[in-house]
């Protein structure tokens, strides 16, 4: 399923679109080469949760949470990651529970430790645009692209 969008203005709003529908637990794979916008599409969604505070890629520290009520959104960005076992000094497994979103940048380099995606959004550059392609792995995801497509 592929969606294009134009400018970073509307990937926020995508990004926002996604939250109006977003409930843990899910799991989202951000897929995309430097500058595509990934963080980006974070800043979206959690703007979408009402979050007004600055939003950075949590490239030094590997992980940024934020929490809304009793649910809590982790971004992860793993670009800078060594090796996959590092995640384990971040007690990544204490964090998974019902009440958690995952967002993870860079997954490839936390392969074998993460947990499975439920969707994953691959971006590429289009131009001055960005083709954002959508796949469900899970129920979240299913639901996800379901609602934000139409499928």
Known sequence: MCIRLAG???Q?????RIAEHLRPPCVIYLR???GTGKTTLVRGILRGFGHTGAVRSPTYTLLEPYEFGTMRLYHLDLYRLG?????EYLGLR???DD????LVEWPER???LLPAPDLTIRIEHAGAARR???TADGPCGRELTSRLCGA
């Open 32 to 34: 995309g080469d430097l």
């Open 110 to 112: 936390g392969k074998g």
């Open 94 to 96: 204490d964090l998974l």
């Open 99 to 102: 009440q958690s979103l995952f």
């Open 132 to 134: 954002l392609d959508l």
């Open 8 to 10: 970073q203005a509307a």
């Open 12 to 16: 926020i709003a995508f990004g926002r």
């Open 83 to 87: 090796d996959p076992e590092e995640l």
